[in-house]
């Protein structure tokens, strides 16, 4: 039986465990990847391990969230991490030097090559035939000093493409095709394998937009073969040597199949409040907008602005429109100036916003009160723009751009006075890796790492308990994101400082969460979290984990846990369990006492596990569906503490 794309690079990285879905493997890891937001309390993490040096093939930390520096904290995170890079072999990619995601496509993105992230948009690698892979900082960190990464086998689903899109159709419109198709839950432990004759006619950039949103669907990563398509790219990118061929064997097997004919994709949106919330275009057509901010990790390749800079020459955006534009690299940047393609930007009314993640986390152009923001980024989470009354929209770059234009959207199909403009790739793209520092990767042990005062220390875990004593601290309903657990825009200031940043957990559901906890904690009383489906959906935040984790909680109990977060919650020794009937999730309230005798020996899985609502006078069946390994880093209260 031939393998499928999946299949060739994970059984040459397999370390331990058989590729048989459902089970429990450990793969190598070949690059790492972190940002600010994330990589402070990764690196803080690594150095406790005591390693010497990163031992993974390559590093890069990112500088592009946290780069609206209002007060002292941002600059420390940023003097420590470019310290920390410098002292243990890694890349350090500045600010202004772009989005990880689009940075690491362009110069460092490899085929057949593992990359595992602590951004849950890591999957953007996909797009050239990577194994690419988010996830939280503690595991980035391990990777990074030569340990494997352990994940559950997936099921591999085909999505085969075939056609060609039409004018004003665009990879943005295929992903949420996708997530229209399979919704963003119910998806974990899966990989989605992008294939078919319609490869042929998506460039790159336009992959990596579909893998990158891959991650909203909650599957493990997506990738697409390594074709002539993915050579033609490198080349241009002046890294033709590393390419090499990737594809599926004629007669691999996939776990499901879905056939998608892309000149049959319309022009979509994903809207309020879930990118799985899909429409056609065509029937907001008229919706007055008051914002449209077009970049992130999803749409800021040189491609996507060439295209909005054309549909833009000559023309003036609305007067009632604010209107934004961020490309996702320096690169790209360059070559809209050089090309004269980012005055024709500014000329319209653009504003110029940093090469950053921005206003994608919230933490910069939050929509007025009541607004319609359209964007071209990957999440619209409720509140995630930093105005909770907002509608924020997901769109492709040509779509936004036409509503910057009139004022309102637009059906891209019925315009008859603007005509589509289609862009080609660069035969060359313009190569300038002089504000990387320290890509020679050579540890040095000389240089001091720089602590500024907001820079922490990493909590340590307790040895889980003979016996569960709590209180349900919280009861929340479904979809409950990592947004919602723990705030990103302004307090992401505070994630190197986690006493500092656990004073916001939950933050935007109850604020009186995080003072109830303490309180609960320091009687000597478990929190545990009640929770529906899609616990921990969104980011790979691990802070949701371990602010939670320093605020005394020990349990989560939820109708389905997300992928990232069940792993970040058994990294931090917060014990996962979902309801084995999902109806017993009305049996809890809010301020229920909630005990386990043989909580331990329950973690342990000699037991079954009854949970005993000693408010209510019931008991409720739990389940904890985990591998042993796992079993052993809870008993231990956490990944350092099994690893120390």
Known sequence: ?????????????????NLVAGEEVAIRIDQALTQDATGTMAYLQFESMGIEKVKCELAVSYIDHNTVQVGF?????????????????????????????????????????????????????????MIAIGAGGIDVAVAMGGGAFYLTAPKVIKVELTGELRPWVSAKDVILKVLEIFGTKGNVGCIIEYGGDGLKNLEVPERATITNMGAELGVTTSVFPSDDVTKKFLAAQERGGVWHEIVADEDAEYAQVVKIDLSEVMPMAAAPHSPGNVVPIISLAGKKVDQV????????????????????????????????IAPGSRQVLNMLAEEGYLSDLLSSGARLLESACGFCIGNSQSPGTNAVSLRTSNRNFEGRSG???????????????????????????????????????????????SHFIGLSREANSDVEVVRGPNIGVVPAGEECAEALNGISAIKVG?????????????????????????EFVFEGVDPEFPGRAALNRDAGIANVIVAGESYGQGSSREHAALCPMFLGVKVVIAKSIERIHMANLINFGIVPFMFADQSDYEKIDQGDILKIKGFRSAVMGNDSVVLRNETKGVDIALVLNISDRQREILLAGGLLMYNG
Do not use: W
């Open 293 to 324: 901010l077009i970049g992130s990790c999803t749409n800021s390749s040189y491609v996507d602005l060439k295209t909005v800079a054309k549909l833009l020459k000559g023309k003036v955006v609305h007067p009632d429109v604010s209107f934004g």
């Open 478 to 502: 479904d979809k409950i994101t990592t947004d919602h657990i723990m705030p990103a825009g302004a307090r992401l200031k505070y994630r190197s400082n986690i006493a500092k940043y656990a």
């Open 1 to 17: 039986m031939g393998m499928n794309v999946v299949e060739k690079i994970l059984s040459e990285h397999l370390i331990s465990g």
């Open 387 to 433: 105005t909770p009354s907002a509608d924020v929209y997901l769109v492709s770059p040509a779509t936004a751009a036409l509503a910057a234009l009139r004022g309102c959207f637009v059906d891209p199909e019925g315009v008859i006075d603007i005509k589509y403009p289609k862009v080609k790739m660069p035969k060359t793209f313009k190569i300038d890796d």
């Open 73 to 129: 904290e941002n600059a420390d995170d940023h003097a420590y991490l470019r310290s920390a890079a410098a002292r243990y072999g890694a890349v350090f990619s500045p600010p202004g030097n772009g989005i990880c995601h689009q940075v690491h496509l362009e110069r460092f993105g490899v085929p057949g090559k593992t990359l595992l992230g602590s951004d849950s948009h890591t999957p953007t690698g996909g797009g050239v035939g």
